[in-house]
């Protein structure tokens, strides 16, 4: 199987918790426009504790171990992220610190791709730029463009969580596009 055919598993990860949020409804809409051979699955981020130092002496708690070994079996990862006070909120954040602690921090490699979704007027801008640091520490590979930097949500996703806008579906179906691009290009095929 060359690796154009070889299927692409991508991790999908929401940096709300918020039930009606509107990036989980982003990753849900993206989900609907992958190209042929790539499969997203969404890993809920609710049941991650704080992270504490002391309790990660002891072990993983399970949830950190099911998202470590999540990411460790995807192939690259689609995150759709809120922006919280000009940066990553607080809940995507402990999840990476917790997946990110050795041994065998499983980030390193893999190929990423971000979105977000605010209903002001920010765009997430702020947030993706500050989880793009990140992904330098954790030896990731960003896909750079495009850039899908969404305001207004409220005003672009119906009642049902379907996402309306056809300018922005475009956006997000090119980004999940690329996304798999980037990912056969990494993996060297």
């Known amino acids: 199987m060359n690796d154009d055919t070889k299927p692409i598993r991508v991790l999908g990860i929401s940096g ?3 039930k009606a949020s509107y990036n989980t409804m982003l990753l849900r809409n993206a989900m609907e426009m992958l190209p042929p051979g790539m499969s997203v699955e969404i890993f809920d981020l609710a049941p991650i504790p704080l992270y504490n ?3 990660r002496e002891k072990g993983f708690p399970a949830p950190v171990q099911q998202l470590r070994d999540k990411i460790a079996q995807c192939d690259a990862l689609l995150i759709a992220t809120p922006e919280y006070n000009y ?11 917790w997946a990110s602690r050795p041994p065998d921090q499983p980030f390193s490699g893999k190929p990423v791709a971000i979105m977000g979704a605010t209903p002001s007027t920010g765009r997430t801008i702020r947030s993706q730029l500050h989880l793009r640091q990140c992904f330098v520490f954790l030896n990731m590979h960003p896909v750079n463009k495009p850039e899908v930097l969404i305001s207004d949500a409220a005003r672009i996703f119906d009642e049902q969580g379907r996402l309306t806008d056809d300018t922005t579906r475009g956006f997000v179906k090119d980004l999940v596009a690329a996304l798999a691009v980037w990912t056969r290009t990494v993996r060297g095929g």
């Open 87 to 97: 940066s990553i909120p607080g809940v995507l954040k402990n999840a990476i610190d």
């Open 16 to 18: 709300s918790l918020r």
């Open 53 to 55: 130092e002391d309790v």
